[in-house]
């Protein structure tokens, strides 16, 4: 049902413009400046001949072709005689990005479900109203007015449009790549379920995530998150977890937010990672993305500030983790690469004189291990001794691709503008860069929780 959206062969823009000042206009680019897009557009505008180059048809009735997937930019008063003309041409799916609806008062809502029974009633698909629209990057499809990521494995459902190209962005800036990208706005039709259940037959999404306010069909979404969740890694964010946070998500798609409670116990029931800001969904998000399950729970961390590993420790056991003891055996093995100061304990403080040749042979020495299975790197990027900002990360991945990149690791590099170096390079490595103890901390427990979940 929801693969049409996905994969349209010719779509029709209603509302497109050249006007910049407008979201027809920023659709319409977006799905023209990708030459590798292989669906045919159709710009839809009675007051132009042409828009960008393209001709431009009055109505979606004038377009010749057969049109797979309709996307609505008119204003809200304008919509019921549009949806009226995809019926009648037997538009195959539409996505309603015009506002105006449910989130702003009863008579939004009634049209809503009048849009939605005539639709229904014809097998006709609705994504929306007010929402940004849907990505699919695999075929180079932008259909949204935020802007194209890079491509990767991750796909995510957001009630939010502004909030889920919020996430889009950071995990833009951190080198994580998206598969698809769907913002459902009011779900008069479409709703989560439906998306997690094609996420669970997408070949291409490898990491599913989701940002929530209110469940339609409880049930149903428990069935098909726990069904998605043993196939896939599923990171779960929940918008309106307070009193305050569920009044302001009523207004915000005119629907009633679930309650945090039962949601949460839905969700870690089916096995999924449910976070409570931002920062711990991107976190999880990298951390499925770019690593493999650990083998154990066992964690080895290292440094070269004793202050990063205090705050890792600290977060390990909030988390209900430790670190492992390290063997004499293993501090054999390490003793030549470390500066004669050092005490061989976990964490390993490795001092500031600890170069990018030290942190190649430890993580090495660790990845080798086989009772470790989470290795945890750390560095305050270096201004002496006439060590390079990058070195140390340069180190750490060049022994975990020899590797094989078998074992999950957890780099953790602080901080600020002398991170850009070392950011290139885990863009450049498609590697994972962590920005603080803390998120490391919960990517592991993550990987820790999804092991476990596996293995049962």
Request: charged share 20%; with cysteine; hydrophobic share 45%.
């Amino acid at each position: 049902m929801v693969h049409l959206f996905f994969n349209p062969k010719t779509i029709a823009i209603i509302g497109a413009t050249a006007d910049p000042r407008k979201f027809g206009n920023a659709v319409t680019v977006n799905l023209l400046e990708n030459e590798n897009l292989q669906s045919e557009i159709f710009p839809i505008n009675p007051k132009s001949d042409t828009i960008l180059g393209l001709r431009s048809y009055p109505t979606v009735l004038d377009v010749e072709k057969n049109i797979d997937l309709a996307i609505v930019l008119v204003p809200s008063k304008v919509v019921p005689s549009v949806i009226d003309q995809c019926i009648e041409k037997q538009v195959n799916r539409i996505i309603i990005i015009s506002a105006g609806f449910g989130e702003i008062n009863e008579d939004g809502k009634r049209i809503e479900k009048e849009i939605a029974k005539k639709s229904k009633d014809v097998g006709i698909k609705i994504i929306g109203p007010n929402c940004v629209g849907i990505q699919n990057i695999d075929i180079s499809m932008n259909a949204s007015f935020v802007l194209t990521p890079i491509k990767g494995n991750v796909s995510m459902v957001t009630q939010s449009g502004s909030f889920g190209a919020a996430c889009l962005y950071e995990m833009w800036w951190q080198g994580l790549g998206f598969s698809k990208f769907a913002n459902l706005g009011n779900m008069i039709d479409v709703n989560l379920t439906d998306l997690l259940e094609y996420f669970i037959e997408d070949e291409n999404t490898k990491v599913a995530c989701i940002y929530l306010e209110n469940v339609v069909d409880g049930r149903n979404f428990y069935n098909k998150l726990k069904q998605l969740t043993l196939k896939k890694p599923t990171v779960v964010l929940k918008g309106g977890r307070t009193a305050a946070g569920m009044k302001s998500a009523s207004s915000h798609t005119g629907s009633i937010a679930t309650d945090y409670k039962t949601l949460r116990a839905a969700v870690n029931q089916a096995g999924a990672t449910l976070c409570e800001n931002l920062m711990d969904y991107i976190a999880a998000i990298k951390a499925f993305s770019f690593l493999p399950l650990p083998s154990n729970k066992k964690i080895a961390f290292f440094t070269n500030s004793g202050g990063s590993a205090v705050l890792f420790s600290d977060h390990l056991e909030e988390f209900g983790l430790e670190l492992v003891e390290f063997k004499e055996e293993f501090k054999e093995i390490i003793d030549p690469h470390l500066i004669p100061l050092v005490k061989k304990v976990n964490p390993l403080d490795m001092i500031a004189g600890a170069t990018g040749e030290h942190f190649y042979h430890i993580t090495k020495a660790m990845l080798e291990n086989p009772e470790i299975g989470i290795v945890v790197p750390c560095a305050v990027i270096p201004t002496f001794l006439e060590m390079t900002q990058d070195e140390h990360y340069k180190a750490v991945i060049k022994a975990w691709n020899e590797s094989g990149r078998k074992k999950p690791i957890l780099p953790i590099f602080l901080s600020g503008n002398l991170l850009e170096p070392t950011k290139k390079i885990a863009e450049k490595e498609k590697a994972p860069l962590f920005l603080s103890p803390r998120e490391a901390a919960f990517a592991a427990k993550v990987l820790v929780d999804r092991m476990m979940l596996i293995q049962k």
